[in-house]
């Protein structure tokens, strides 16, 4: 996947003075190795921590490393203020873990004490307002603590892309869908930056680039990924040149940021002026790691992009479109999967054709039905159609509320096996009390109906993610299981 960053680790151990910095040092090591056999690269600083000299001096070992990510290792107790001012001039992520000890023989001379460690190493950043990863449960041996830097690297990747992100938007958002509200002071506070453009800035640039001379290949492009769901040949060259566009547009326009998001717009005018929809360009750019979001929607952008780092892999956005009719359910849902799902517990996710090609079990590129119904249905060719694949799914939202709050809702659960028989990019989904979760979640608290995708089960890591990049944590909903109620559920419902 283009568009993401690189992660490069580096390991610190620290020491408290009254214990053996030896243990550290042997702990640090063993990680190292494990880390190294199992998953790869990390950089062992050679400094150990015992106090604020030590601590300028690792600081400037990793830098000079190159390290965007740091792992502070608490191999005995540790110094709890300098390992924490560690986390606080380091100029990236950091994940503060703890050492278990080994064996029952060694507890006299070779006690670390890494446990209570922790303790006060927690205290010290809450007072100093700091943000640092720990692991749900942090200490542990060396196989355990490489695992959980393995989980680190990808929150990681995720915290530094989103510090040296820009989203590029096109245009107010349509008529009526004031749900895609987009304060951008949260975006701000967590480091990105936002391009605001006309639509009629982007209209200029794709006029200039008629007869560009990469069109012809990009075209070919095309046409080979469509095979034979090429159901409008004529409308590819336009599709071509306003791929150019963008690409060209982002180039030029990212400034001093590495990585670029769009948030675009398709209706009502798009259509009637460009002389197409956007939707199979944008899936062929979701394919390489540039998320495009439907209808100007910044945060739903954002969330895609926060997905793709989480699932290293492409991601969509799609409506909570529509319920499952009952004789579907009946005939084709009902008792036949592992998870006994109610008809509440299904929904069809759709759009009109943004998703890519390899995330659809089949696809044509037509004409959008919906506003073929009151356009002319030339220009409305452009959509990537086809069933969703089956498998693994998590839907998510990072959002902020109109007075700029920060919050977020994430759940789990599949895309069924099973034909919508409709039209678009959709796919029928299922998701443990999905109902009571779109009534207390989704409906309670004004979420859009824009929808993140990912194809696999990323709710752990996500969960992570949005702790460190601010929201609190009684922002971040999921679906509740049964018998665990939402504060605004009626305990005497039936």
């Given amino acids: 996947m283009e568009n993401m960053p690189a992660v490069k680790l580096g390991i610190v151990a620290v020491s408290r003075d009254c214990f053996p910095m030896s243990l550290s040092i042997s702990r640090r090591q063993a990680v190292v190795a494990e880390y190294t056999k199992t998953y790869g690269e990390i950089y062992e600083c050679q400094t150990t921590v015992e106090n604020e000299v030590d601590m300028r001096k690792a600081l400037d070992e990793v830098n000079k490393a190159g390290c965007n990510a740091i792992v502070v290792f608490l191999g005995n107790f540790g110094p709890e203020s300098s390992e924490i001012l560690l986390v606080k001039e380091f100029n990236g992520p950091a994940m503060v873990v703890a050492a278990a000890e080994e064996a029952g023989d060694r507890l006299c001379d070779d006690r670390g004490d890494a446990y209570c460690g922790m303790l006060n190493a927690s205290y010290n950043l809450y007072l100093r307002n700091l943000k640092a990863y720990i692991p749900e449960y942090p200490v542990g041996t060396a196989p355990e603590i490489a695992d959980m830097i393995n989980d680190f690297k990808t929150i990681a990747r995720a915290v530094i892309a989103l510090n040296d992100l820009k989203i590029i938007s096109f245009g107010p958002r349509p008529q009526d869908f004031l749900a895609c509200n987009a304060p951008i002071y949260q975006l701000y506070k967590m480091g990105i930056e936002i391009q605001e453009n006309s639509e009629l800035d982007l209209f200029e640039a794709f006029n200039k680039h008629a007869g560009d001379e990469r069109i012809p290949a990009v075209v070919e492009d095309m046409a080979k990924e469509l095979g034979d769901g090429n159901k409008k040949p004529e409308v590819l060259s336009k599709l071509a040149q306003y791929e150019i566009t963008l690409l060209d547009w982002i180039e030029a326009n990212k400034g001093s940021r590495s990585h670029v998001v769009i948030a675009g717009k398709c209706w009502p005018a798009f259509q009637t002026q460009f002389g197409f929809v956007p939707c199979y360009v944008n899936s062929r750019l979701a394919a390489r ?180 990049i601010g929201v609190e944590v009684d922002e971040i909903d999921y679906n509740r299981p049964k018998g665990v109620l939402y504060p605004t559920e009626n305990p005497f419902a039936k």
């Fill in 289 to 468: 790691g540039i998320p495009v979001s439907c209808e100007v929607d910044i945060y739903g952008a954002l969330s895609e992009y926060i997905g793709q780092l989480v699932s290293d892999d492409a991601v969509t956005l799609l409506d909570i479109n529509n319920s499952v009719p009952r004789d579907m359910y009946e005939e084709e849902i009902k008792g036949k999967f592992a998870y006994d799902y109610d008809i509440k517990d299904t929904f069809m996710g759709f759009h009109c054709g943004n998703t890519c090609s390899t995330k659809l079990a089949f696809h044509e590129m037509k004409n959008q039905k919906i506003m073929a119904r009151t356009l002319p249905e030339e220009v409305t060719n452009g959509t990537l159609e086809g069933d969703l694949i089956p498998g693994e799914a998590t839907v998510y939202r990072l959002q902020s509320t109109s007075d700029a709050k920060l919050r977020a809702y994430i759940a789990e659960g599949e895309i069924l096996p099973v034909r919508t028989r409709s039209f678009g990019g959709i796919g029928i989904f299922a998701i443990p009390e999905m109902g009571r979760f779109y009534r207390h979640v989704l409906i309670q608290k004004n979420y859009p109906h824009h929808a993140a995708i990912t194809f696999h089960h990323n709710g752990r890591l996500l969960y992570e993610v949005f702790k460190l």
